[in-house]
């Protein structure tokens, strides 16, 4: 399934990219997405950085049929690879699960400042149910993002 998500930030693509390269402003996001444990590594290069996230996120909010195949908690692995200010690309693992994503990122100037795009394609491999879960892995990205963004225009309002 092909998935895009746009996020408008009203500060320049500079900061954006700033807030998204320091290691606390992922932590907090994380926090805010009240995920069970996230471990942020975050290595900085000389025309972009390089991100992971390896998180334990909770279940409990997802429907009853997702459960026997989610588990009461999730391993989630974030990958960020971003080779200039401008964008990168995305992985998202879950280790033993049949479910592939990945995709890029994209920071365009907009009119307001600021538009984070973010393309994925989502492959969940489960017999029947997989075009169903596909559908709620990404309402469950999209919904990550907004968090996200939420964190994010606090964290420009204040740096």
């Known amino acids: 399934m092909r998935f895009r998500h746009e996020l408008s930030y009203d500060a320049p ?19 805010a997405m009240q995920v069970i444990s996230a471990d942020v590594q975050l290595d900085r290069g000389d025309d972009g950085f390089t991100l ?3 998180q334990q996120q909770n279940t409990r909010d997802l429907p009853a049929f997702t459960r026997t195949f989610a588990g009461e908690s999730t391993h989630v692995i ?9 964008g990168g690309t995305l992985v998202i693992e879950s280790p033993g699960k049949p479910v592939a994503t990945s995709g890029t990122i994209r920071l365009e100037p907009s009119a307001r400042g600021t538009t984070e795009v973010v393309e994925l394609d989502i492959t969940v491999k489960v017999p029947l149910i997989g075009g169903r879960l ?9 919904e990550g993002m907004d968090v996200e963004r939420s964190v994010g225009v606090s964290w420009l309002e204040e740096h």
């Open 52 to 54: 992971v996230i390896d």
């Open 13 to 31: 693509p500079e900061a954006v990219y700033a807030m998204l390269a320091d290691p606390d402003f992922r932590r907090m996001s994380a926090e």
């Open 134 to 142: 596909e559908k709620l892995m990404a309402q469950k990205v999209a």
């Open 78 to 86: 974030q990958r960020e690879e971003w080779r200039s200010t401008s």
